[in-house]
């Protein structure tokens, strides 16, 4: 499985931004797609993860509901969908792949830009 995260770019506070991540090969229904984000001197985050054949969904409770994460099949691509976006969130944003009974990410795109200014 390869990935391709794209969808980041310069945002104002209060903003959205919806992030994809286009996912090559056979996308098998017990993969999880997940996202993350890293900021500058911080450890990577987990913000949400969507299981690919139920279309589950679990959030980290920071979020508090401003994040959605979806998917859609047809196109192999697994989206986040970023509301009231705040200069606390910017980060460079990572989709990641793991099987359903692994605890471990071993597929990662190569990560996006997200950038919000006050």
């Known amino acids: 499985v390869q990935l391709q995260a794209s969808g980041g770019g310069l945002v104002q506070a209060g903003d959205s931004l919806r992030l994809s991540c286009a996912a090559s090969?056979?996308?098998?229904?017990?993969?999880?797609m997940g996202w993350f984000r890293q900021a500058p001197g911080k450890e990577r985050e987990f913000l949400a993860r969507?299981?690919?054949?139920?279309?589950?969904?679990y959030y980290a409770d920071r979020l508090k509901g401003r994040f959605a994460i979806s998917r859609d099949n047809a196109k192999n691509t697994v989206y986040l969908q970023m509301n009231s976006l705040t200069p606390e969130d910017t980060a460079v944003y990572y989709c990641?792949?793991?099987?359903?009974?692994?605890?471990?990410?071993?597929?990662w795109g190569q990560g996006t830009q997200v950038t919000v200014s006050s």
């Open positions: 990641a792949a793991r099987e359903l009974g692994s605890q471990t990410y071993v597929y």
């Open positions: 969507i299981n690919w054949g139920s279309g589950t969904a």
């Open positions: 090969g056979r996308m098998f229904s017990y993969i999880v």
